[in-house]
């Protein structure tokens, strides 16, 4: 079946330390995407890459690094320069057609990290 | 900048309608509706494009005013398993970015 797969589902951390979230895709899909979730607050944009070794900041970069190496990897680094990291991270991808985002996102099922 | 959605919560008994609003301060050429269940991940429902194209759910229906970048949802004579939170993300002409509103948590009772 194809989807979007997150590991790991829960993770903690001390602080101060680097943690990397990954995302593989089988959808075939060129854009990726890395939300941080936070009560309340929505769905926030961190990154997104549309092609391979490609990628742009969202709205909340600070703190986090990606790569894309891969067409169907896109993992993320929580480094200990965020300041409040604990939260649950949502990859997503889609169909890059055109220029514009007209195609729905695939989500995965979440990685859900704590900081001690 | 994140879209304005309202209300921020409703509760309906079955069989109920209600209507979610989502609004950008930015020009739109899509918005895109997903729910999402507590702890899981969010679920596709709707994308509408600018220019009138539309696909989706069957039960849940939606409208978009271009000139005023706005969008509301409908979702008629309510079910239980409507229940979760539902987010409006938007994306501009300028490429692949999509950006989600703080969500709409919609409670449905028996």
């Known amino acids: 079946d194809g989807g979007i797969t997150q590991s790991p589902k829960y993770l903690f951390r001390k602080e101060g330390q680097n943690v990397t979230l990954s995302c593989e895709q089988n959808l075939n899909h060129d854009a990726m995407y890395w939300y941080r979730q936070d009560p309340g607050q929505g769905l926030r944009l961190i990154y997104y890459?549309?092609?391979?070794?490609?990628?742009q900041k969202g709205d909340i970069a600070e703190g986090y690094s990606v790569s894309r190496e891969k067409k169907e990897s896109f993992p993320l680094t929580v480094t200990s320069a965020q300041k409040n990291p604990t939260a649950f991270y949502l990859c997503?991808?889609?169909?890059?057609?055109?220029?514009?985002?007209?195609?729905?996102?695939?989500f995965g099922e979440g990685s859900r990290l704590t900081v001690l | 900048q994140q879209p304005v959605q309202s209300p921020q919560a409703v509760i309906l008994r079955e069989g109920e309608d209600a209507v979610i609003n989502c609004s950008s301060s930015?020009?739109?050429?899509?918005v895109h509706w997903y729910r999402q269940k507590h702890g899981e991940a969010p679920v596709f429902l709707m994308i509408l494009l600018k220019g009138g194209e539309q696909k989706g759910h069957e039960k849940i229906s939606a409208s978009f005013n271009e000139k005023k970048q706005q969008s509301s949802l409908y979702l008629t004579a309510s079910q239980l398993s409507y229940s979760g939170t539902y987010f409006c993300g938007t994306g501009g002409t300028g490429g692949f970015k999509t950006i989600f509103g703080a969500g709409t948590r919609l409670f449905v009772k028996a």
């Open positions: 997503a991808s889609r169909e890059a057609r055109g220029r514009v985002n007209t195609g729905e996102l695939f």
């Open positions: 890459s549309q092609i391979v070794n490609d990628f």
């Open positions: 930015k020009a739109l050429y899509s």
